[in-house]
């Protein structure tokens, strides 16, 4: 199956998505109470990697579709 990006491409576009998901995590955490931003820093982190994953899985979909 043919890769949707290179190593490098895919670092450095995790290291964006980690380093804004880290800076929303503490503006969350300094913001409300400890149990309400520990559930928001959860659900944000969960949320995140649910469309990371879901949006690779159709990008490689796509791709092996449209090379086929």
């Avoid at 450095?12 to 928001?40: E, K, V």
């Amino acid at each position: 199956m043919p890769e949707v990006l290179s190593r490098r491409e895919w670092a450095i576009s995790h290291g964006f998505i980690f380093l804004g998901l880290i800076c929303l995590s503490i503006a969350i955490w300094l913001a409300y109470r400890q149990p309400i931003s520990n559930l928001l820093i959860f659900g944000l982190w969960f949320l995140s990697g649910g469309i990371c994953w879901t949006t690779a899985f159709l990008a490689r979909r796509l791709r092996h579709r449209a090379s086929g």
